[in-house]
């Protein structure tokens, strides 16, 4: 580098400090900083908003580095964020005894989502002070909607104390089971457990009116990421909705009233398919029915909310693809390339999904109905064929199906909207009635 420019300076991530911290201990992380001139590093502080280096390497011992926010995996959508470590983290790295501290940056896989904490983050790198969140939410609101709403003052209130204040150090990729479909045999049991699902079975016949609250903590089952309590999340959202009148005109309220719906029944979802495996377990197939059903629905009525603005388009995606290309040969290159990236990836074989599949899932109309929608369903069928007949559900032969609708979804040409269709105000009332009034 010194040969090709004299001034060149190395920037470096430190993600390999986070996610390789067994190997990286202090002796080594000082002997690769240290054998780079003084002033010719600057190491970005990548996970900065979850796990800041800085504060475990005194300073990345001596070397200048940047406050990164990361906060965003595979430009997934998912309503998350750390409110309290982005208004005060920077300043907290900038003042700190002996700091090193250069600059504030954002790394993100994806951007597009989550506006609040990209908001907050572009501004903390002209504040030379501490943000109070609460007071900054209020302006934020008002700034955003252009107007004064109790409701939704208060709705946001609710979001930062739990969607907004995701602590548990779990680096964010939405692993929610509508867009990443666990690929597994549920019949396959850890027998010294079972005592355990037995107690949580019982905990939710005891509190039926109020099973949306219960997280189901079994490690034999497929976990997603949980950081809330969820009805306090619900309550956000009629609060959102009270406020629709008001707000009737502002595309920021219908975008937010459209995401926070979408996240609150994608949670319930994930509960929905946990009471479906235990039916399953239970060789219950009425129950197994019933509640994969209603996963199956969800899946729709959340396309249905999504078709609604134009921010949550699949179309949108494949359109921008296709404009690139300067012939039909690239044209469909260029389509697959965005199918396939959104998607399965592309090392998967005939019974074997990608390592990577789903790692840039999305919410998106039109990925919901003609491929998540279709995942799901053809694995319950196979799951329901193995009650009814009471043999073993056969995984493989389920994937192999999923394979080849997938690879023939990822070459397919089919169009699809690149323009919101319904009200999307309407339908996110119609929604919270029919799952939690």
Known sequence: MARGDKDAIWLMQGWLFYSDSGFWR????????????????IVLDLFADVKPIWKTSSQFYGTPYIWCMLHNFGGNIEMYGILDAISSGPVDARISENSTMVGVGMCM???????????????????????????????????????AVQQVEEAWEILHHTIYNCTDGVADHNIDFIVKFPDWDPSIINMSILAKQEHMQKLLTLHKKRRFLVEETNTDLPQSHLWYPTWPVVNALRLFLVARNNLSKSLTYRYDLVDLTRQVLSKLANQVYLDAMT????????????????????ISD???????????????????????????????????????????????????????????????????????????????????????????????????????????????????????VGDASAISHTLYDKYFN
Not at 26 to 41: D, E, I, R, T, Y
Not at 109 to 133: C, T
Not at 326 to 353: I, S
């Open 302 to 420: 959340i396309d249905e909310l999504l078709a609604a603005d134009d921010n949550f388009l699949l179309g949108t995606w494949l359109d921008s693809a296709k404009k690139l290309a300067a012939n039909p040969g690239e044209m469909r290159q260029y389509e697959w390339n965005a199918r396939t990236q959104v998607t399965m990836w592309f090392d998967n074989t005939k019974t074997n999904q990608s390592k990577l599949h789903d790692y840039a899932n999305k919410f998106w109309s039109g990925l919901l109905k003609d491929y998540y929608l279709p995942r799901a369903s053809t694995y319950f069928a196979h799951l329901l064929k193995s009650l009814e007949h009471k043999v073993n559900f056969m995984l493989e032969e389920w994937r192999r199906e999923w394979i080849q609708l997938s690879n023939k979804w990822q070459a397919g040409t089919e169009s699809y909207s690149i323009e919101a």
């Open 109 to 147: 896989e994806g951007i597009e989502q989550n506006p609040v904490v990209y908001e907050l983050m572009s501004e903390m790198a002209f504040r030379s002070e501490k943000v109070e969140p609460v007071d900054w939410l209020k302006s934020y609101s008002r700034r955003r909607y252009g107007k």
């Open 26 to 41: 202090p002796p080594q992380m000082q002997a690769l900083l240290h054998s780079v001139p003084f002033g010719k590093m």
């Open 279 to 298: 039916a399953f377990r239970q060789n219950d197939a009425k129950a197994f029915s019933l509640h994969s059903q209603k996963f199956v629905q969800l």
